[in-house]
């Protein structure tokens, strides 16, 4: 059985960013390229983010049934994760990320409870609206919105397995991949080696329990 890691953090936390090194550090493991209604970006190409659809087509995949999960993510666009990206990551024998928001988190929770939520924070708001000013992408309009969708998803963070706070890229990086590995070491029920339960103890201290304390100034930031 594949496991299935959710990724969700508020836009401009350097998820994308993260995933990217993740893939570069852990093998086995295969990206679910969600299909959207929104317009491509910058140098997103078709097939490699995302499938680029018309609304047309995505309410045709709806109807077929084709999606594991989907949302309209900013009250706009449709974002879904497709089932056939599951189905061919376990013919593969690989585990599958998913990259989604919060709605689609808690559909993927409710049809596979084993899968692994993992909450991204940016260090505060402040730091959250430069990262969306700098990346370029966005109008100010569309990045205001997104600071303010921000608040609202942050609020959602009590509902993952995993918090990570995106401060150093480095470090965030180390700490999503012992997630990922310690997650694999511990449904493999073997004996572990002295390394392999250093990995697990790095992950432990990312889990939701431990982490109020690290979330509470960051939600604060959000509030002023
Ligand atoms: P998301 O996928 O969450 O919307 P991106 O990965 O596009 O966010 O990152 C937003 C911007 O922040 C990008 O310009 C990226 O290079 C930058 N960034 C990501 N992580 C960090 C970090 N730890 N420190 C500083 N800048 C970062
Ligand atoms: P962006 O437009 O910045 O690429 O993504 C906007 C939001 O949509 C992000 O929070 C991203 O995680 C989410 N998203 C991307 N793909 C999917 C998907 O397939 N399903 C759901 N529910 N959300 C998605």
Not at 14 to 20: A, D, E, P, Q
Not at 39 to 54: I, W
Not at 123 to 137: A, D
Not at 187 to 211: H, M
Request: charged share 35%; net charge neutral.
């Amino acid at each position: 059985m594949s496991i299935v890691y959710i990724v969700s953090a508020p836009s401009g936390s350097g998820k994308s960013t993260l995933v990217n090194e993740l893939f570069k550090v852990v093998k086995g493991l295969d990206f679910s390229i969600s299909y959207t209604t929104r317009h491509s970006r910058g140098s997103e190409q078709n097939a490699k983010e995302y499938f680029f659809v018309t609304k047309k087509e995505f309410e045709a995949m709806i109807a077929a049934d084709e999606f594991l999960e989907y949302a309209k993510v900013f009250e706009k666009d449709y974002y879904g994760t497709s089932k056939r990206f599951l189905r061919e990551a376990e013919v593969r024998g690989n585990d599958l990320l998913l990259d989604i928001d919060v709605q689609g988190a808690a559909q993927i929770k409710k049809k596979i409870p084993d899968a692994v939520s993992i909450f991204i924070l940016p260090p505060g708001r402040e730091v959250l609206g430069w990262r969306l000013r700098n990346r370029g992408l966005d109008s100010e309009e569309v990045i205001l919105r997104r600071l303010d969708t921000a608040r609202r998803e942050i609020e959602n963070y009590s509902k993952y397995d995993y918090i990570l706070v995106n401060e150093r890229l480095e470090q965030s990086t180390d700490e999503l991949k012992a997630v990922v590995l310690a997650e694999r070491l511990l449904r493999s029920r073997k004996k572990l080696t002295v390394e392999e339960s250093q990995i697990v103890e790095k992950a432990r201290a990312c889990r939701l329990d431990e982490a109020r304390e690290r979330v509470r100034p960051i939600l604060e930031s959000f509030d002023s």
